[in-house]
C-alpha cells in the first residue's frame, strides 16, 4: 500500500516558534511547570487539544465572506440547519456558541434533584453540567474500556447489562434520557459499535426514555465503525452517520471538533414541547433562536465543516494518524494506550516513570519533560486533573496516570507527527532522569488549569 498523505495542499501558512532547551527551562519555570500557563508563542508543536484548533478549508473561509449578520432569519442560518438536518435528521436545531452551551440548557430543563442521566461516559463538561443542575450521572462503560493498553475494536462500547441495572435501580420515571458519547472521548477517542447502539437504544425503548448522542466526533466514530464493524465496509460515512442518528432522540455538539469549526455547537431533538423549552433558556443565555451566541460566518463556516469532515479520504489520513503515531511508540516499547483512538495518542505516565509516586504527579513530569525536550504542549490527564485529597490531606490519586497528546485537525502533517515521535523516544530513553512534581498553589475546582508546580524535592509549605 502507497502511503496515506494528508488530503489537502496548504495555501496560508502560520509560523510555529523555536525556542532553545536552555529558553524552555526558563519557559517553564515561569510557567510553574503547568502547560496551561505557557503562552502559545512559546510552543513549537501544540497538542493540548483538538477542540477549536481546526485549521478552516477554503470552503469555510470563502463562507465566512457569506456569513448574513441579520438578527433573525439569516441565510447563514438555513445552511446550517439543513448541513445538521441532513446528518442527524432532526426535527429542531439550536445552534449554541460550544458544546457545554447545549448541556447547559438541555440538563437545566431535565434535569434537577431526584434525576440520573446515564452513559457509557460523561465527558467532563457534561457531568459538570447534569452534576450543576442537581441531577447525577452514571456511567456504564464496557469492560475493555477499562483497560488502557489491552486493544479491542469498540471500546468506548455501552455495557449493556449495567445500563439495565442502573435503569431498574434508578427507576426509568427518574431518567430524562440516556446520552451515548461518540466517540469516548474521556475514555481515549475510543468509538462505540452501530450493534452497541441498537441495543441501547432497544433497552431505552423497553423502558419508554429518549436516547441522546453526545455527537462531537461523529465522523471519527462513523469511520470506525466503516473500518472495523462487519456489514459497513462499503457504507459510505454519511449513510454511517444517518444511521446512528436514526437511533437518537436528539444530540448535542460541539462544532470545535468534528465541524473543523474554531466555535460552536448545536443541540437536537424531535421533541416539540422539549424543543420550546431549550429554546426559552436560549434566548436567555444565548440568543436569539436562529444564531444562538454565534456570528452569521460561524453558522457558514459549521454548516460547510460538517459536510467536509465525512470525506472518507480525511478520515482515513485522520485515524492514521493517531495509529501511526501509536505504533512508533509501541515499536520503541513506549507504554502507549491501544488501540489508538480517534483524536489523541495516550501516554501511560504510571508505567512510563515507575520510579515517581502517584503523588507526585509522573504525568505532569512527563509533560513538562516534552516541552523541555522538544517544545511539545501536552496535557496531564491523571491524578492533577482528577486527584482529590481525603480528610488528612493525602491524595486520593486518579485510577490512571496518562498524559494526552491530541491532535488538531488538519494542522500538522507527517514530519510533524515524526518529530513528536523522536522527542517522546528521547525522552522514554532517559526517563530514569526525571522527577516527581509538587504542586505549590492550588484551587479547590479544576485545579490543573491553574495549579503551580515545582520539581521535586521542594518544601512543602503550600499544602492545604
Ligand atoms: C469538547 C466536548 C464537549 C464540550 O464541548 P465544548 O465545545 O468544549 O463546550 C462535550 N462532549 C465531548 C465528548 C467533548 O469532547
Known sequence: MKTIIEPFRIKSVEPIYFTTKEERKAILAKADYNSFRIKASDI???LLTDSGTSAMSSNQWAGIMLGDESYAGSNSFFKFEDSVRSITNMTYIIPTHQGRASEKILFTVLGGKGKYFISNTFFDTTR?????????????ICEEGRHPTTAAPFK???????????????GAANIPLVMITITNNSGGGQPVSMQNIREVRAVCDEFHIPLYIDACRFAENSYFIK????????????EIAREIFSYADGCT????????ANIGGFLAMQDLDLAIRCRNLLIITEGFTTYGGLAGRDLE????????VMDEHYLQYRIRSMEYLTNKLIEAGVPVMQPAGGHAVYLDAKEFLPHIPVDQY???????ALYEEGGIRAVEIGSLMFGKYDDNGKLIPATLELVRL?????????????YVAEVIIEVFNKRNELKGMVITEETPLLRHFTAKLAPQPQTLNAQP
Do not use: W
Request: hydrophobic share 40%; glycine share 8%; aromatic share 6%.
Open 156 to 170: 468506548g462500547n455501552m455495557d449493556i447489562a449495567a445500563l439495565r441495572k442502573a435503569i431498574e435501580e434508578k
Open 406 to 418: 491530541a491532535i488538531p485537525r488538519r494542522v500538522y502533517t507527517q514530519s510533524h507527527i515524526d
Open 301 to 308: 463556516a459549521i454548516a460547510i465543516g460538517l459536510q467536509e
Open 253 to 260: 455538539m460541539s462544532a470545535k471538533k468534528d465541524a473543523f
Open 44 to 46: 513549537l508543536i501544540d
Open 362 to 368: 509522573p504525568g505532569q513530569s512527563l509533560v513538562c
Open 128 to 140: 459538570a453540567n447534569i452534576e450543576f443542575s442537581g441531577a447525577e450521572g452514571i456511567d456504564c
Open 227 to 238: 473500518l472495523r464493524e462487519e456489514g459497513y465496509a462499503d457504507k459510505p460515512v454519511p
